[in-house]
């Protein structure tokens, strides 16, 4: 019997509000929110040492096939499932035919390279393509166009900046009813977040809600000039086709 759920994927690249999109999707009454559930996998394949990385291969199945069967396709208590994915989970080689279910609606959260590279710098301490989910975005935008559909895309500097018109709009385009609720939510923790959370979720566990857009000041350090120039074109590539 073919799920009745409602899916909605929305592939995000570091350092774009994506815990509080989440956040404020999970504040709506008809959706279950799911949190990153490829981390495993991609902790897995590029071994990378991130904090509390015992703890999440713990805490999901390691295989894209395994979370596709267990996660992407089960049952929900609710109508729609909102998926948080990091696109740099995929290595872009992994077998994409999971993402051509009609009854899942792609959708992709970006930010300009010039704000977002600084920021993720400064956490991770060293950034390579792999790190920063631009090229896997527009494999999986490219992808979906070819197949006639049109995915839907969102700035999140854009998000930041108006909220009240720009989740409405967004909850339209993904066809969905937009809630007010979704404005706001209670300080803390929430049940979708991954068992993660404490090493990377401390800003957005202090919000009630969403906070203003601070732009990025400064010169862009010299040792990001090159992933700068790889990921310029594909952000202004799925920017032509934002809300």
């Known amino acids: 019997m073919a799920s009745t759920t409602k899916r909605i994927a929305m592939w995000a690249c570091p350092r774009t509000v994506s815990t509080a999109l989440l956040r404020s999707f999970c504040q709506h009454s ?3 929110g799911v949190d990153e559930p490829l981390y495993a996998y991609y902790l ?24 596709v069967d267990g996660v992407l396709r089960a049952e929900c208590d609710k109508p729609v499932q909102y998926v948080k994915h990091m696109a740099h ?16 609606t792609h959708a992709f959260l970006i930010r300009h390279p010039r704000e977002m590279l600084p920021s993720l710098l400064s956490d991770l301490g060293q950034l ?10 527009l494999q999986l935008f490219e992808r979906l166009l070819e197949q ?10 854009k998000l930041l900046a108006s909220p009240h018109a720009m989740l409405p709009r967004l909850c339209a385009a993904l066809d969905i009813e937009f809630e007010e609720q979704m ?9 979708s977040y991954g068992v993660w959370a404490p090493a990377w979720y401390d800003k957005v566990m202090k919000t009630s809600g969403w906070n203003a ?31």
């Open 30 to 32: 008809q959706v279950v």
């Open 44 to 67: 897995k394949r590029s071994g990378k040492l991130h904090p509390m990385r015992g703890e999440v291969m713990a805490s999901q199945a390691q295989s894209v096939a395994a979370v």
């Open 89 to 104: 989970h995929l290595f872009g080689d992994e077998d994409l035919s999971f993402i051509d279910d009609d009854n899942t």
């Open 128 to 137: 390579e393509r792999i790190d920063i989910a631009y090229g896997q975005q």
């Open 148 to 157: 006639g559909k049109r995915p839907v895309v969102v700035d999140s500097t």
């Open 183 to 191: 404005m706001h939510w209670p300080v803390g923790s929430h049940s």
């Open 213 to 243: 857009h601070v732009p990025k000041v400064g010169e862009l350090p010299s040792e990001l000039e090159e992933l700068f120039e790889f990921a310029l074109p594909a952000y202004e590539r799925l920017l032509e086709y934002s809300l």
